[in-house]
């Protein structure tokens, strides 16, 4: 692999404004003849900050090419959200699977309010208070999917 560097450290691609958490690696073993087959899976949120995040989970041999289908996939799939004074326009329950996830709008100031892989979520979208809770399953990715379809009615409801 070829990589570019300048003056200042390595070459950056055009997606700069884009910011991506890590949320979860797992390591897969497969048992086929002759052994174990190992690989890894990765959930990755992306988002720029400003109303756009998206999900992707990526599997590959390597932890580090797992990371990057994630963050390719999430790039592709980005849901839009209206934002107001830092927070979400209305109050928002989703089922979706085992997870339960309630969001709801936060006066300024009292900051983002919330479990681990909902945090990853609205942090990367941009929203700077909210109050959230987690009602179902304790699976993190099913909470993370169950985040997004939340934040994608809110999308839709404008």
């Known amino acids: 692999m070829i990589k570019n560097f300048s003056k200042n450290g390595p070459a950056q691609s055009g997606n700069d404004e884009f910011s991506e958490k890590v949320v979860r690696v797992s390591r897969v073993s497969k048992k086929r003849a002759g052994g174990s087959k190992i690989s890894f899976s990765a959930i990755v949120v992306v988002g720029d900050k400003k109303g756009k995040v998206g999900v992707g989970l990526g599997k590959a041999p390597t932890v580090s090419l797992a990371v990057a289908k994630g963050s390719a996939y999430a790039k592709r799939h980005l849901v839009e959200i209206t934002l107001r004074k830092g927070t979400i326009i209305h109050e928002v329950r989703v ?64």
């Open 95 to 158: 089922k979706r699977g085992a997870a339960k996830i309630l969001l709801k709008p936060a006066p300024e100031g009292s900051g983002i309010i919330a479990g681990g892989s909902v945090r990853a979520v609205v942090e990367m979208a941009g929203i700077k208070n909210i109050s959230s809770k987690i009602l179902g399953t304790g699976n993190q990715a099913s909470n993370i999917y169950a985040t997004l379809e939340a934040l994608k009615q809110l999308s839709v409801s404008q």
